[in-house]
């Protein structure tokens, strides 16, 4: 068997994600995780975007840009193609986050496709992701029937495969997913892309999707997050009670864009 | 002696139940189209070869869409070609292309399984127009998307298509072709997996597609097979289609593949040349991945970034391919190799003027693939799947052909 080669506690990448999010919930607030797309909007900034965000948030999703992100909306999209058309490549995005000295204490997960992880080498990917600092891994193009040579690679370094659930599995698949869940479960607010609104026609997240996130919560065993649409304090207050953090991505990307100052962005959701 | 080629038959059971064709197929989606997915596939199984949709499916296919389409001798090409000729001629079917026979069957599917909306993508416009007619008929509403790109060059089918009473949607993210429009439909599909359908026109993406595709389109095959027999006496020494997807190609090829004595020959967009982006000939020159779906052969950079193709043919212009055709080169049982868009427009021009046939750019491929391959066999009884006609490609074809002509 390997030996963790790192020196810290001998708690995995994995089990980091989920004490970060519990953390948070003991200070009484859901934990705030926050989304960026890598090198954008210039490569040159990366690093200083990525210290913004993990200064305020309590987990750090990466995106790896895609050129077919058929589950976000188009402000992944575009902030994926701008990543892209300026040269942000799997390879470069690990050699930045292997150079930050000291490592953020907030854990980084990699948000990527399937296909550049293919591209990277499965076999070669959990040691370098760990080198890199990355905790975790969230795929959003592999369900779980798929994620067996992947979910065994990255457990091989202790990283986290997280698992996304959404309304409208079945109660018996939302079962075996929680059970199966590693670092968080991302609860998925609704059917349809990243970047649209999680309200409902009434102006506010649904009722019934508070029920579905408790549905959630009494069904896993490590923490639940909910993503997709999260744009404001007052989504993050009714969802706080029913689920132990939130992922904020493409409200942060847009902050990102216009250059505004994000930890403060994301300080007025808490 | 036999190559082994011919004395490869396959096994026609594949998929299996993960949908794999050996290595290539799968499921890799987003977890909100899981269950939908898993519906779609309930409902083939209850559905599809149930004696009611079969019956159903049949008599749409020859009251509406004109079936059995022809197998026609070409004399002209077999004269010039020093060999046996044979079209099956898709371009008659209803909408012009074979496509038709895969918007039918999975908007009765759609029907069945209680959708409310019929949604489709396209490439040259050929799947946009079969499926609104399609959606038309049984009276459901349908919203296609296609590439900006493809919006402009295929302006006559985006006409068809508003006039049959779809909603065309001209995206212009991404390549602005064929892929940015199976992204943008998966989009609006995981927005509302309930109630739509998603009426995939090609054998790619996630299972159960290029199964359910490869089934409704294989009575391409099952009539060439019967007619060949019929009017020839005999089986051809080799089929030819052209593959972007991949799906008049698997209908041809599929009721073939027992049929040891029989090549099977796939011809693939070469466009200007070997380089990445200068074609879209994802088998003769693609790698392993995953794109939209499926785990197959893709055109892509060494980091796993899908590539913008090229090709003078709308419908050929794809950055991957079904993945039974990856199966198929990989097991030998197929070959595939590429025409140029200038070898293509070639076989175009001289079947319109020696057989008075205007076959599609797309279908043309197959000509020229099948011309080569005449060289090298002479006196072979060729067979070839004429997919579609080419009136949509006027554009193009004042661009080029008849520049030249005027010239």
């Given at each position: 068997m390997?030996q ?13 994600i989920s004490?970060a999010?519990q ?6 607030r ?9 090198g954008?909007?210039t490569r040159?900034h990366?690093?200083d975007?990525?210290a913004a965000?993990?200064?305020v948030?309590?987990v750090?999703e990466?995106?790896?840009?895609f050129?077919d992100p058929m ?8 902030a994926?193609?701008?990543?892209l058309?300026?040269g942000v490549t799997l390879?470069?995005i ?5 150079s930050?000295e000291?490592r953020?204490?907030?854990p ?5 496709y399937?296909?550049p992880?293919?591209?990277f080498?499965?076999?070669?990917l959990?040691?370098?992701?760990r080198d890199?600092g990355v905790a975790?891994f969230i795929?959003?193009?592999l369900?779980?029937?798929?994620s ?5 690679a990255?457990?091989?370094e202790?990283l986290a ?6 309304p409208?599995t079945?109660p018996?698949?939302?079962?075996m ?7 968080f479960?991302?609860?998925v607010t ?6 649209k609104s ?6 506010d ?5 508070l029920?579905?996130?408790d549905?959630?919560?009494?069904l ?5 997050c909910a993503?997709f649409?999260?744009r404001s304090?007052?989504q993050v207050?009714?969802?706080a009670?029913h ?5 904020v991505?493409?409200a942060l ?9 994000v930890g403060?962005f994301?300080k007025?959701?808490? | 002696?036999?190559s082994?080629?011919r004395?490869a038959a ?13 290595a290539f197929?799968g499921r ?5 189209l899981v269950?939908a997915?898993?519906?779609l596939q309930?409902?083939?199984?209850t559905?599809l070869h ?5 019956a159903?499916?049949l008599h749409e296919?020859?009251?509406w869409v004109?079936r059995?389409t022809?197998l ?7 004269k010039r ?13 209803h ?6 026979n895969?918007?039918v069957g ?5 029907k069945r399984l ?9 490439g040259?416009?050929?799947?946009g127009v079969?499926s609104a007619?399609a959606?038309a008929?049984?009276?459901m509403p349908c919203?296609?998307?296609m ?8 302006a006559p ?20 072709t064929?892929r940015?429009?199976i992204?943008?439909a ?9 109630g739509?359908y ?11 597609y290029?199964y ?5 389109q294989s009575v391409?095959g099952?009539e060439a097979?019967a007619?060949m ?7 051809p020494?080799v089929a030819?289609?052209c593959?972007g997807?991949?799906?008049?190609a698997i209908?041809l090829?599929?009721p073939f593949?027992a049929d ?8 693939e967009a070469g466009?200007r040349g070997?380089g990445?982006?200068d074609?879209?000939a ?5 790698t392993p991945g995953?794109?939209?779906?499926s785990?197959?052969?893709i055109?892509q950079?060494?980091?796993?970034q899908v590539?913008?193709t090229h090709?003078v ?8 391919v ?8 990989h097991?030998?049982r197929?070959s595939y190799?590429?025409a140029?868009?200038s ?8 079947c319109?003027k020696?057989e008075g ?9 197959a000509?020229?693939?099948?011309r080569?391959f005449?060289?090298k066999?002479?006196g072979a009884?060729?067979l070839?799947?004429c997919?579609?006609r080419?009136d ?10 008849l520049?030249?002509l005027?010239r």
């Amino acid at each position: 068997m390997k030996q963790p080669r790192d020196s810290g506690p001998m708690t995995s990448p994995s089990e980091r994600i989920s004490a970060a999010i519990q953390a948070a919930v003991a200070k009484g607030r859901p934990a705030l995780v926050g989304y960026l797309t890598a090198g954008f909007p210039t490569r040159r900034h990366f690093k200083d975007s990525l210290a913004a965000v993990a200064a305020v948030c309590d987990v750090v999703e990466i995106g790896v840009p895609f050129s077919d992100p058929m589950a976000d909306g188009t402000t992944i999209q575009r902030a994926s193609f701008a990543a892209l058309a300026d040269g942000v490549t799997l390879p470069w995005i690990l050699d930045e986050l292997k150079s930050i000295e000291p490592r953020h204490s907030a854990p980084v997960l990699l948000m990527s496709y399937l296909n550049p992880l293919l591209a990277f080498g499965i076999i070669e990917l959990p040691r370098a992701a760990r080198d890199a600092g990355v905790a975790g891994f969230i795929v959003p193009d592999l369900p779980f029937e798929e994620s067996g040579d992947l979910h065994h690679a990255l457990a091989g370094e202790g990283l986290a495969l997280v698992q996304m659930v959404t309304p409208v599995t079945p109660p018996e698949r939302l079962s075996m997913l929680c059970r199966e869940a590693k670092g968080f479960v991302y609860a998925v607010t609704m059917t349809g892309t990243t970047g649209k609104s999680a309200d409902g026609k009434f102006g506010d997240v649904p009722a019934d999707v508070l029920e579905y996130m408790d549905r959630v919560k009494a069904l896993s065993r490590v923490p639940v997050c909910a993503g997709f649409g999260i744009r404001s304090a007052r989504q993050v207050a009714r969802l706080a009670p029913h689920v132990d953090g939130v992922v904020v991505g493409s409200a942060l990307v847009e902050a990102l864009e216009r250059g505004e100052d994000v930890g403060a962005f994301l300080k007025s959701l808490r | 002696m036999s190559s082994p080629r011919r004395a490869a038959a396959e096994p026609v059971t594949l998929p299996d139940g993960k949908g794999r064709f050996g290595a290539f197929g799968g499921r890799y989606v987003p977890e909100t189209l899981v269950p939908a997915l898993d519906r779609l596939q309930a409902g083939i199984e209850t559905h599809l070869h149930h004696p009611d949709f079969q019956a159903e499916f049949l008599h749409e296919l020859k009251t509406w869409v004109g079936r059995p389409t022809a197998l026609s001798h070409a004399p002209a090409l077999a004269k010039r070609w020093g060999a046996q000729v044979w079209l099956k001629r898709e371009d008659l079917a209803h909408t012009g292309a074979h496509k038709i026979n895969n918007a039918v069957g999975q908007t009765l599917l759609a029907k069945r399984l209680g959708a409310k909306r019929i949604i489709a993508e396209t490439g040259a416009g050929q799947h946009g127009v079969a499926s609104a007619a399609a959606a038309a008929r049984l009276g459901m509403p349908c919203t296609v998307y296609m590439g900006a790109v493809d919006v402009q060059r295929q302006a006559p089918n985006v006409d068809r298509m508003k006039l049959l009473g779809a909603t065309v949607v001209a995206v212009t993210g991404g390549d602005q072709t064929l892929r940015a429009a199976i992204d943008e439909a998966l989009r609006d599909w995981v927005s509302d997996p309930d109630g739509t359908y998603y009426s995939l026109g090609s054998a790619v993406g996630p299972h159960p597609y290029p199964y359910l595709v490869r089934e409704l389109q294989s009575v391409i095959g099952r009539e060439a097979r019967a007619q060949m027999l019929e009017a020839a006496g005999r089986l051809p020494d080799v089929a030819v289609a052209c593959v972007g997807g991949g799906s008049n190609a698997i209908g041809l090829f599929h009721p073939f593949l027992a049929d040891a004595g029989v090549q099977l020959l796939g011809v693939e967009a070469g466009g200007r040349g070997a380089g990445l982006g200068d074609n879209a000939a994802s088998l003769t020159y693609g790698t392993p991945g995953v794109l939209q779906g499926s785990y197959t052969l893709i055109l892509q950079d060494a980091f796993g970034q899908v590539r913008e193709t090229h090709s003078v043919s709308a419908g050929l212009d794809y950055s991957g391919v079904g993945p039974e055709h990856a199966y198929l080169m990989h097991s030998g049982r197929v070959s595939y190799e590429s025409a140029t868009d200038s070898e293509s427009l070639d076989a175009l021009a001289e079947c319109a003027k020696y057989e008075g046939i205007l076959p599609a750019i797309e279908s043309a491929h197959a000509f020229a693939g099948a011309r080569r391959f005449a060289e090298k066999n002479p006196g072979a009884h060729i067979l070839i799947g004429c997919s579609g006609r080419g009136d949509k490609d006027m554009p193009i074809l004042q661009n080029t052909l008849l520049k030249a002509l005027h010239r």
